[in-house]
């Protein structure tokens, strides 16, 4: 007998994935140039300078046992303190190498928090619009997924709506700033205020509830805009780190989970999280990938190209008459749906081979999801067919 929930999980594919997939299928028949792929967050930029000579450094310069070997399960003590120093110097905070946890990207490292969490009755609380993974991170893993309903037309936190929702079996609120799939950085003043609640109903429920930061996205951002720092301003935060898309080494999975200092049950927590990672069959993050994160701290992505594609992308569907919120971080546009319903509209798009995802899996039915990590080439052929949409969708 089979596991029926992993079966449903491994067999539907997402509807990005199913976007994704078919856009190759159609490339076949119709010709690359007449796609318009928007569907997928690979990072469509080479590895910023200093990445792939730190590997070749590493494989040329080491012993074929450091470089490949099995590491301690939480990572190279030396390595993980060259990131945690890193951070200590950027955040004015005080970790040592026992906060951190190298993972295989920020999955499992979201995935290990949720279930080291996972008491009976657990939820965990996420504001839409989300990832949809979160869906996969945590049911399965033993803590239900509450979504809190949009805060349109801003995408920060819809307060009401998320106090609503917090009680006593509350464990973690997952917060993902720059957020996939807007593009919106969580204000300082919009995480103070989430703070001081998340305060307030901890002493109310008599447990902590801990920010899960999920944070593929920290060093993507626009304009030299401010990602606040979570730990600064909440102590009961975990961070899930992710060097995919900063890197754009989203196959060479590495990551981390940090338990900041700061954290109510610091060492059981930390401990938890490494007897769930175990669970689901982590042994150690990959050992060059250590390597190399741990040297290219001071390497950052070359943002300006997922910034023309956003510029251009940005004022040309507004000059259309789309309405989103300017994305400030990452490399998503979230757009809402001309006539309402997201899925319709990305049917009459993919029937002209322009490939958007609905909103419906991120929690809003009414908006859509555009990558802007492509080629400016793209963006610029696919322009015609967004006006061409929006004005059938005028004259319906
Ligand atoms: N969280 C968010 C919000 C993401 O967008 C992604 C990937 O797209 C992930 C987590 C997973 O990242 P990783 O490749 O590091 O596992």
Not at 212 to 241: G, K, M, N, Q, W
Not at 302 to 316: F, G, S, T
């Amino acid at each position: 007998m089979i596991n029926e929930s992993m079966w449903e999980m491994g067999h539907t594919r997402s509807c990005i994935r199913e976007l994704f997939e078919y856009g190759k299928q159609q490339a076949a028949i119709v010709g690359k140039e007449n796609v318009y792929d928007f569907s997928i967050g690979n990072p469509s930029i080479p590895a910023p300078e200093g990445v792939n000579e730190a590997i070749i450094n590493a494989v040329q310069k080491l012993d074929s046992i450091t470089v490949h070997g099995y590491t301690s399960s939480s990572g190279n003590a030396s390595l993980r303190e060259m990131v945690t120093d890193d951070l200590n110097r950027r955040y004015g905070t005080h970790l040592t190498s026992f906060n951190i946890f190298f993972t295989c990207g920020a999955a499992p490292a979201v995935v290990s928090a949720v279930r080291a969490l996972a008491v009976p009755g657990a939820e965990v609380i996420v504001q839409a619009p989300f990832f949809p993974e979160y869906r996969v991170y945590t049911e399965p893993n033993g803590a239900k997924l509450v979504i809190v309903p949009p805060d349109r037309p801003n995408f920060q936190i819809n307060f009401p709506e998320l106090e609503k929702r917090i009680g006593v079996n509350t464990q973690a609120v997952i917060v993902n700033s720059p957020n996939n799939p807007t593009g919106v950085i969580y204000s300082l003043e919009t995480l103070e205020k989430l703070a001081d609640l998340l305060r307030r109903k901890s002493a109310e429920v008599g447990h902590p509830i801990y920010i899960i930061s999920d944070e593929p996205y920290r060093e993507l951002v626009y304009d030299h805009a401010f990602v606040p720092f979570i730990p600064s301003i909440y102590p009961d935060t975990i961070v899930c780190y992710s060097f995919s898309k900063a890197l754009s080494v989203p196959g060479e999975r590495i990551g981390y989970v940090l338990v900041t200092d700061t954290c109510t049950d610091e060492i059981p927590l930390m401990e938890a999280i490494m007897g769930a990672a175990r669970s689901i069959g982590h042994v150690c993050a990959p050992s060059l990938q250590q390597r190399v994160v741990a040297l290219c701290a001071h390497v950052w992505p070359d943002m300006e190209v997922y910034n023309k594609n956003r510029l251009r992308l940005y004022n040309a569907l507004t000059s259309y008459g789309y309405e989103c919120v300017k994305p400030r971080g990452a490399f998503y546009m979230f757009v809402k749906a001309p006539g309402g319903n997201a899925k319709a509209f990305s049917d009459k798009a993919k029937a002209k081979n322009l490939l958007i995802v609905p909103g419906d899996d991120f929690g809003c039915p009414d908006y859509l999801r555009i990558s802007t990590c492509v080629s400016y080439d793209m963006v610029e052929r696919s322009l015609p067919v967004f006006k061409e949409l929006i004005e059938e969708e005028m004259k319906a």
